[in-house]
């Protein structure tokens, strides 16, 4: 069983920056895409970037594009998410997730293993 566990959340102003992590259990997270998604209070939960296994595609959402950076380190079976520049609309639950294959897709369905989630909340 694939066990993943978002860390690095927390409380930051707006314009500072945060980065996730999520660490995978298991001896072929090199083999699968990651994503990153969101939930918002009120909202439903919505892409926020994806990465192939080899780290050479990545995917963002519009709305984080040029601020956020998808990230991968195979050997620490760790995925991150480094967010500059964040506004009070980056409030969410942001939780990592698996895919059942290499290449990066943006629609939760194509992912089948996910974290508990981590709570960012920026500050006006």
């Known amino acids: 069983q694939v066990q993943l566990v978002e860390s690095g959340g927390g409380l930051v102003q707006a314009g500072g920056s945060l980065r996730l992590s999520c660490a995978a259990s298991g001896r072929t997270f090199g083999s699968y895409a990651m994503g990153w998604f969101r939930q918002a209070p009120g909202k439903e939960r919505e892409f926020v970037a994806a990465?192939?296994?080899?780290?050479?595609?990545?995917y963002y959402a519009d709305s984080v594009k040029g601020r956020f950076t998808i990230s991968r380190d195979n050997a620490r079976n760790t995925v991150y998410l480094q967010m500059k520049s964040l506004t009070p609309e980056d409030t969410a639950v942001y939780y990592c997730a698996r895919r059942w294959r290499a290449d990066p897709r943006t629609a939760q369905s194509e992912y089948n293993y996910w974290g508990q989630g981590t709570q960012v909340t920026v500050s006006s």
């Open positions: 990465i192939s296994w080899d780290g050479g595609t990545v």
